[in-house]
């Protein structure tokens, strides 16, 4: 039985016979491909240029495993790309005598070379669908699957067919599986396969489905880009398997390997390296991820100007870039320019959002502002410390759930991909949070709080609280599985403020703890309440989140252990306190 939108396609064999009629020739191409097939396949030398594509390799520290430096010496690859596209869309063609020079250098080179261009729904350009990937970035991920002689690979993205080759040389056809989005592509990896007397398994379709039928797999590498993990590809992982594979959002490219460690769950860490591989893309005839056509509708009717004190050089740093992707996915990389001997800088969003800085001057607009966002998200990596791509980690769960976490895999950072269940328990925590903190300008702006504001204070957080019992009562701990990140932390600012009910904090604090176990919560979040609900008991506090105000004096409350306070942060993701904060705290409650 086939899953849907994958298509099986039998490998074709194809005879050594020079004399053998073109099995298939398609429209357009200046020759059949299996002209390359002669003495031996068409470059007498190519042995010689292959050991030769290994050892530069190896010396650039990409190949390191002897059985993948035999399968790179022993694959012609000249085979797999007998043509591709120069920079400017020209074609440089193997067997024209004009360009047999430039192609073989080039096929040996540690290049990418693009293979298939496509028109650009909306535009009137091409971009490249397909390529035979740089030979270094293809084996360093081939390592990185660290196979056994008995391991089972599936492979996202056949393309040429070059590195499903490699596969079947390391291990044996029958072992590997590989599914293409575009027929031709695949027909032709197929034929050049069964040239060198491979059979993998090979599919047309989707590749966010998988290829199930050959499932389970030891092993799976995807080569293009995905912004998350399908969950088809964890349901097709065998226990103890692995996934590599480059996640890719607009504003930033980490390769990922990530283990099977619990039924249906995968984690590891993002590393510091780019894979900027094309698109997984659900339609053959469209270049765009998403099958739409490339177009931005700037909302200018909403245009709203502030400034800043961020710059937006800052925007630059890969760990910040990895930070702000997950926080707004389709924020695109920020476009640099002059206007009237000013840098200007630009990005956008879906949804016809859009934010323009110049010279400090915020200007946006679109149904949702984009700059609180990056503000945001250059006050947490700094927060965190700086953190560059390498320091990411992620768990994503076989519901689709993405935790991306900082370290150590109990450090969370964000969440994506949650539904919340509870929107509209969502949207009233998100307003209730508000009111929240309007009461609480007095602080935010850092002055004494008149008698009329401390009233509305008092009214707000009591009425806060008698709700958010109503809603714990009811529903449990609203967690990020319930009410989504942004809910979910919204909950907490409201239990952190239930400080006229230091019972029901303690309550609270035991269900959010919970609730971070299970990865519905965040550690950060519990630190603060654990604190609280410490000094409300006159107990040393373990984090150092909590300040008091005694005899007109600021200082911390009460630490728990100041040599270790430091350690106890970092554990929950908080940025360490200077030597100047932990002498501030106080020895003992008055």
């Known amino acids: 039985m086939g899953h849907v939108g994958v298509q099986p396609l039998r490998s074709v064999v194809v005879a050594a016979s020079h004399g053998e009629a073109a099995h298939s020739r398609r ?49 012609p690859r000249h085979l797999f790309v007998p043509r591709f596209f120069r920079d400017d869309g020209s074609v440089v063609d193997g067997a024209d005598p004009a360009d047999a020079g430039e192609w073989l250098g ?46 089972r690979v599936l492979e996202i993205g056949t393309a040429t067919g070059y590195n499903a080759a490699l596969l079947c040389h ?16 695949a027909a032709d990896a197929a034929e050049r396969l069964g040239a060198l007397g491979y059979r993998p398994t090979l599919a047309v379709g989707d590749g966010a489905a998988g290829v199930p039928d050959q499932a389970p797999y030891d092993r799976i590498i995807a080569t293009c880009a995905v912004p998350e ?10 226990p103890g398997g692995r996934i590599v594979a480059d996640l890719r959002g607009e504003m930033s490219s980490s390769l990922a390997v990530l283990d099977n460690t619990d039924p249906g769950t995968v984690t590891g860490r993002l590393l510091d390296q780019a894979g900027h591989f094309m698109w997984l893309r659900p339609d053959p005839d469209n270049p765009l991820r998403d099958a739409h056509r490339f ?81 945001y998200a250059v006050t947490e990596w700094r927060r965190l410390d700086r953190p560059g791509r390498g320091r990411y980690g992620l768990t994503v769960t076989g519901d689709g759930v993405h935790r991306y976490w900082l370290d150590q895999p109990d ?43 401390i009233k509305r204070l008092r009214e707000v957080d009591r009425d806060n609280t008698a709700w958010l019992e109503t809603v714990i009562t009811e529903n449990g701990w609203p967690g990020i599985r319930l009410a989504g990140q942004a809910g979910a932390r919204a909950a907490w600012l409201l239990a952190q403020h239930a400080d006229a009910k230091p019972e ?78 932990i002498s501030t705290a106080w020895p003992d409650y008055p």
Request: hydrophobic residues 40%; contains cysteine; negative net charge.
């Open 170 to 185: 390391r291990l044996v056809d029958r072992q590997v599986a590989s599914i293409e989005l575009h027929p031709e592509l």
């Open 411 to 453: 450090h969370t950072v964000a969440f994506t991909n949650v539904v919340a269940t509870r929107p509209d328990l969502t949207d009233e925590l998100l307003r209730r949070q508000e009111v929240d903190q309007q009461a609480r300008s007095f602080a935010l702006e850092g002055r004494e709080a008149t008698d009329a504001e």
């Open 295 to 375: 177009e931005f509708v700037a909302d200018l009717d909403t245009a709203e100007t502030t400034t800043t004190d961020l710059d937006p050089e800052v925007l630059a740093e890969p760990g910040l870039r990895v930070l702000l992707g997950i926080l707004e996915p389709t924020l695109s990389p920020p476009s640099r320019g002059r206007r009237d001997g000013a840098d200007t800088w630009w990005m956008h969003a879906e949804g016809g959002c859009w934010v323009e800085v110049v010279d400090r001057t915020v200007t946006q607009g679109g149904p949702r502002h984009l700059w609180p966002t990056v503000e």
């Open 504 to 581: 029901l904090q303690r309550q609270w604090l035991a269900l959010l703890r919970a609730a971070v176990e299970a990865g519905d919560a965040e550690r950060g979040n519990l630190a603060y309440l654990q604190d609280r609900v410490a000094i409300h008991q006159h107990l040393p506090q373990h984090h150092g989140t909590q300040f008091l105000c005694l005899n007109g004096k600021d200082g911390l409350a009460p630490l728990e252990d100041p040599q270790r306070v430091n350690e106890y942060r970092a554990t929950a993701g908080l940025h360490p306190l200077t030597d100047d904060e």
């Open 27 to 75: 429209a357009g191409r200046s020759t059949d491909w299996r002209t390359y097939v002669s003495e031996p396949l068409g470059v007498p030398d190519w042995p010689r240029r292959a050991k030769a594509l290994a050892s530069e390799l190896a010396d650039a520290g990409a190949l390191t495993d002897p059985g993948w430096r035999a399968a790179v010496e022993q694959t």
């Open 229 to 238: 993990i399908p969950a088809a590809w964890i349901a097709q992982l065998a």
């Open 106 to 151: 080039a096929v040996y080179s540690d290049d990418s070379l693009v293979v298939q261009r496509a028109a650009v729904p909306g535009a009137d350009r091409a971009w490249p669908t397909s390529s035979s990937t740089m030979p270094s970035l293809m084996v360093r991920m081939l390592e990185m699957l660290n196979v056994t002689d008995r391991s």
